[in-house]
């Protein structure tokens, strides 16, 4: 498992030639941790005259009466770190019968219409966050694509998602909240057991976790397995339909 650290984050911007850098800040948890390590990183790449602009977007969906407080919060910690920050408010409507597979349309929306090209815009997503992927995937009986379960980066717009926290496990991520002493936003949401997430969050794992301790370890596994399935098959697929093309062409 990948541990937090300034020269992680320092590395990895150096390497990606990006022009504009996006935080999606949540107000939660792994968001502040990855902006507050973010900015960090970006102080070291000032100084050798290498770094990118960054920006911060928080998305409000009005989930819950705490919407507003938490949009407050993260306001406050733009501030405080002198980092942009636009806000998208989605409009409410009761008529909506998947509210969380309309948030995310919303959400994406929003990150897809301000990257542009050499743009990245990084979200906080752990490794607890694909494990809980993995398994909802499951249920739903998904394919090889849905079992690869969460992308560590992919094209998204014109500019591409990267996700730098998806190899470091949830209690490390609490463990540098609380040594560093941050603040953050507790989404009430996320107790909502209503939502499948939550369920396997509250219920679900924490009773295999005691039968099966090492289960996340195996499942990273079978998720890299997947992966590489999903590749080769994508790989395999492209070679089949060059070689019907070919063959079209020569009849």
Not at 4 to 33: E, F, M, P, T, V
Not at 136 to 153: A, E, N, Q
Request: proline content about 2%; glycine content about 2%; some cysteine.
């Amino acid at each position: 498992m990948q541990q937090l650290s300034q020269h992680y984050l320092y590395s990895l911007i150096k390497s990606l030639n990006i022009k504009n850098l996006w935080i999606a800040l949540s107000g939660g948890r792994d968001s502040i941790c990855l902006l507050e390590i973010t900015y960090k990183s970006l102080k070291k790449l000032k100084q050798n005259n290498s770094i990118p602009k960054v920006y911060a977007i928080h998305v409000n969906h009005y989930m819950n009466k705490y919407s507003e407080n938490c949009e407050k919060f993260c306001i406050e910690i733009c501030n405080r770190f002198n980092i942009p920050l636009i806000i998208k408010r989605q409009n409410k409507n009761k008529y909506i019968t998947n509210k969380e597979l309309s948030a995310r349309n919303f959400r994406y929306f929003w990150f897809t219409y301000y990257l542009n090209k050499n743009d990245v815009i990084f979200i906080a997503h752990n490794n607890d966050d694909q494990i809980e992927n993995l398994m909802l995937k499951i249920v739903k009986g998904c394919g090889t694509s849905g079992l690869s379960s969460i992308p560590y980066k992919r094209k998204l717009g014109y500019g591409f998602l990267l996700r730098p926290l998806l190899n470091t496990k949830r209690n490390t991520i609490n463990n540098y909240i609380k040594k560093n002493r941050l603040n953050w936003f507790e989404d009430k949401t996320n107790f909502n057991l209503k939502f499948d997430r939550n369920y396997l969050r509250h219920n679900i794992i924490p009773k295999i976790k005691l039968r099966w301790p090492c289960f996340y370890i195996t499942l990273n596994k079978c998720i890299e397995k997947f992966k590489e399935s999903k590749y080769l098959l994508n790989e395999f697929s492209q070679e089949i339909f060059k070689l019907l093309f070919f063959l079209k062409k020569s009849i």
